[in-house]
């Protein structure tokens, strides 16, 4: 296998030369740098992994911060995921997970640990909460950051607008002539929920419909409380003419409680998700959604923490990377 003294040997240039050219620095001649560049090809050189990150001072690796409840609890978090993995795997950086925990002292000190280390560049955070204790540690130590599906101060994030979003299905639904609708709502402090939420009742209010809190339905951006939740609001009255689900999950678990009662969608009632996950198109009727290019999502991240990492997130203003999103029309709503 050839070295990086094979190199120099056989070009004539100083092995600190010829490392300049494989790292890509500055101040060599162009001479030297096509010269060099030859051998490597002709000799068939391959860096070494070990000795680039002794170089450039990096452990060439990302952490991805997931909570336990997250972690294969959903398409939606898979799909993120599979996004930063294939784009991550074009560069010369791995990817680990750390799973995050209730705040505590260990989770608190095993996550400084890891920054102080100095085993991690960065890190990614997939939908935080506003409460998240680990936020505040990658803010004070001023590690590279990237959040996903939430605008969250002071760090650079990829996210949708949540606003634009919902406006988007309520609008949807008014003009299939809906006018009572209800809110099945994710958990209470996540940004998204938040956003979605706020935007669910300035619609209505915009468009001068009643907003009734008793067709708000919790459901955590879970199946399980979705569908329990759902039964209890047939159980208690008059169901609206339709509902938008801050997310598929949620429109899933609503969708199996009103068959087990028998109540027709969209005939009795229509349904809007949030996400387009592949269980959406696969479910009886298929789930009309609003479409988060989630893997794009991860794609970016991944993208916007590598160059982060290497021109040093000091250097870097935060910014807000929003994607689009479209209405995905199946056969969960109908015109009334």
Known sequence: MATISDISRK?????MT???????????????????AKAVKDLNYTPNAAARRLVKQKSQTIGLIITYEQIFSSYYFLTIMKGIEEKLEKTDYNLIMYASNSPN??????????????????????????DEF?????????????????????????????NKATFLAIEYLIKKGHKSIGLIRGTKNRYDAIEREKAFTECLEKHGLEINR????????????????????????TLPT?????????????????HSRSIKIPGDISII???????????????????????????????????LVETGSKKTVSQTIRMDTEIVE???????
């Open 242 to 258: 339709a509902l938008f689900a801050a997310n598929d999950l949620m429109a899933i678990g609503s969708i199996d409680a009103l």
């Open 105 to 130: 002292v260990a989770s608190e000190s095993k996550l400084l640990n890891l920054i102080n280390q100095k085993f991690i560049d960065g890190f990614l955070v997939i939908a935080p909460s506003k």
């Open 214 to 237: 008793m067709w708000f339905i919790d459901g955590h951006f879970e199946y399980r409380q979705a569908h329990l939740n759902t039964l209890k609001l047939i159980d208690e009255g």
């Open 273 to 307: 998700g949030f996400d387009d996950i592949d269980l959406a198109k696969l479910i009886q009727p298929p789930l009309t959604t609003v479409k988060q290019p989630l893997y794009n999502m991860g794609e970016a991240a991944a993208s916007r923490i590598v160059e």
């Open 11 to 15: 070009t004539g240039y100083s092995i």
């Open 18 to 36: 010829v490392s300049r050219v494989i790292n890509n620095s500055k101040n060599v001649s162009e001479k030297a740098r096509k010269s060099i």
């Open 134 to 162: 680990f936020m505040k540690t990658l803010h004070t130590n001023k590690i590279p950051t990237v959040i996903i599906g939430a605008s969250y101060p002071f760090f650079n994030c990829v996210d949708v607008d949540n």
């Open 330 to 336: 199946r056969e969960s709503v109908r015109k009334l």
